[in-house]
T-cell receptor
Framework: AQSVTQLDSQVPVFEEAPVELRCNYS??????LFWYVQYPNQGLQLLLK????STLVKSINGFEAEFNKSQTSFHLRKPSVHISDTAEYFC???????????WGAGTKLIIKP | DTEVTQTPKHLVMGMTNKKSLKCEQH?????MYWYKQKAKKPPELMFV???????INESVPSRFSPECPNSSLLNLHLHALQPEDSALYLC??????????????FGEGSRLTVL
């Protein structure tokens, strides 16, 4: 069985500062990794995914995440955040054998002006 | 703009009412999902349809009844709900129907309040 841990429930950061949202997972099989973002009063949107290949994946809005197999991590980073990045960020994993995404508890990114 | 459309966006109902939530997607995806999300929590899987057939029911109470009339539509019929069923109900679709990468496309959700 898989599990996902997002240790930080909230991350406050000043605008234009860098940020890292941490995600660790456990699994006995190969997994696919995702970051979803949920803006206030909206549904979830896929931000990034790692399926195979390059361990560093990037989004169009400046976020990136690196798959680290030895540390079983998939941390999300952005070098300079904007007020519009205020949202809840969920890390999720899925395995080849089933439909289900296993979700982390979420991290609320709070941007301070 | 989301390509998964959910209606209504907000719904208030009493415990004796019958109502339905609707979801529509036109991306040609053959897997569709219902999730329930409580405030400040990750979404919880309720049902999965694959090729219009129910493939997963996560032990959801029978007061929630899903229906998939065709490959583009997904309904969730609600009857005799409890106040603790108040939540955001999210519909999602996926191009993957046989396991593998779980990339989901979500609608904006229907916020349900049960009085």
């Amino acid at each position: 069985a898989q599990s996902v841990t997002q240790l930080d429930s909230q991350v406050p950061v000043f605008e234009e500062a860098p940020v890292e949202l941490r995600c660790n997972y456990s699994s006995s099989v190969s997994v696919y990794l995702f970051w979803y973002v949920q803006y206030p009063n909206q549904g979830l949107q896929l931000l990034l995914k790692y399926l195979s290949g390059s361990t560093l994946v990037k989004s169009i809005n400046g976020f990136e995440a690196e798959f680290n197999k030895s540390q079983t991590s998939f941390h999300l980073r952005k070098p300079s955040v904007h007020i519009s990045d205020t949202a809840e960020y969920f890390c999720a994993v899925s395995a080849d054998s089933n439909y289900q995404l296993i979700w982390g508890a979420g991290t609320k990114l709070i941007i301070k002006p | 703009d989301t390509e998964v459309t959910q209606t209504p966006k907000h719904l208030v109902m009493g415990m004796t009412n019958k109502k339905s939530l609707k979801c529509e997607q036109h991306m040609g995806h053959r897997a569709m999902y219902w999730y329930k999300q409580k405030a400040k929590k990750p979404p919880e899987l309720m049902f999965v349809y694959s090729y219009e057939k129910l493939s997963i029911n996560e032990s959801v109470p029978s007061r929630f009844s899903p229906e998939c009339p065709n490959s583009s539509l997904l309904n969730l019929h609600l009857h005799a709900l409890q106040p603790e069923d108040s939540a955001l109900y999210l519909c999602a679709s996926s191009p993957s129907t046989s396991g593998g990468p779980g990339e989901l496309f979500f609608g904006e959700g229907s916020r349900l309040t049960v009085l």
